[in-house]
């Protein structure tokens, strides 16, 4: 009989930034039969579900459904919006955003990148500099990434939008929202996004594998004149499809349960409850990263990611051997590093259906892995998160009894 690995007791601590935790109501939600994909009882759901994720992107026009992803997302907003030798506007965020330009690239697009060390956000003042120079508009679309996954960076959108204005610049706005959706507010309609790109497996807390479009009048409007060869990503397909509430080739049946679900509690929570959540559960991480004497890898307070924090290593200090020490000894993962910064940092992911409680839990594995791991810091991070916790939840009521 072979022998086994030793067991670990209790759950893994999954603090990478997305996939997230899967609550149990969306496990048992997908836990279901089979339907048929063609029948009356799929329709309801199908609807259901595209109904109500236009209420997370806080949009009124249509939500594409992907199985895929969000990666395929990215491929379909510039797809079936774009043509070959198109100029687009990019942004050098961080690892995300690298690879969103390099795909551009791969699909005969010609992107030209604004220059970052990858510890800020975009710049909107950027943006309109270089939009104000295409005096030809030969710029067809802004790409930028709301919340860089790989930093911890959020770029403020409604400001690009207005950037955008100011230079009476026609471009296109494509926004990936994949690990901001469902965990800071966003507005597709009233910030005037063409095409925002979501992905399942981070706010909307289901597994990896669904993706969005969410697209205006104007983003369907150029898809009438995009020659850039698609079959699967086809948004004509899917929008004629989806209004009779079926899908143009096998959906994830199950994954659409589990939207239903995380949609539902999303509004159940309330989601300007949601995002206070995500915002309370960022800055404790934030107070606990600098009460440990360590650097915040986002180095302007107001790119300030409500879901995700880099954290800077020590000079002579490994972020990925910390982390494999970390998993190994306390079972907790976080989110790696990337391109020139490789090595130099590790991420702590506060996203999904986390609580306090769950949150204080991490931080005070992170502040024993520190210590295990020989990183210099100084103790009493934790306990600067849980004031901080503790002072927001006391402030409602000081107020009403004073």
Known sequence: MAQNSARTAGRHFLQIPGPSPLPDRILRAMDTPIIDHRGPEFSKLAKRCLDGIKTIFKTTNPVIIYTATGTGAWEAALINTLNTGDRVLMVETGQFATLWKKMAENIG????????DWRTGADPKLIEAKLREDKKHEIKAVCVLHNETSTGALSPIAEIRKAIDAAGHP???LVDTISSLASTDYRHDEWGVDVTVGGAQKGLMLPPGMSFNAVSDKAIAASKNSRLPKSFWSWEDMLNMNKVG?????????MLHGLAEGIDMLHEEGLDNVFARHDRFAEATRR????????????DAKYYSPTITAVMMPEGHNGDAFRAQAL??????????????TGKYFRIGHLGD???????GALGITEMALAHAGIPHKKGGVQSAMDYIVSVHAGP??????
């Open 171 to 173: 471009a296109l706005f």
């Open 288 to 299: 606990a990263v600098k009460a440990w004497g360590l650097e915040i890898m986002c180095k």
């Open 246 to 254: 079926f899908f143009p080739y096998t959906p994830a049946t199950q």
């Open 109 to 116: 697009l010609k992107p030209e990148f604004i220059p970052t």
């Open 328 to 341: 190994d000894t306390f079972n907790i993962s976080y989110g790696a590093s990337f391109g020139a910064y």
């Open 354 to 360: 986390i609580n306090d409680g769950y949150l204080v």
């Open 397 to 402: 009521k000081r107020a009403a009894a004073e």
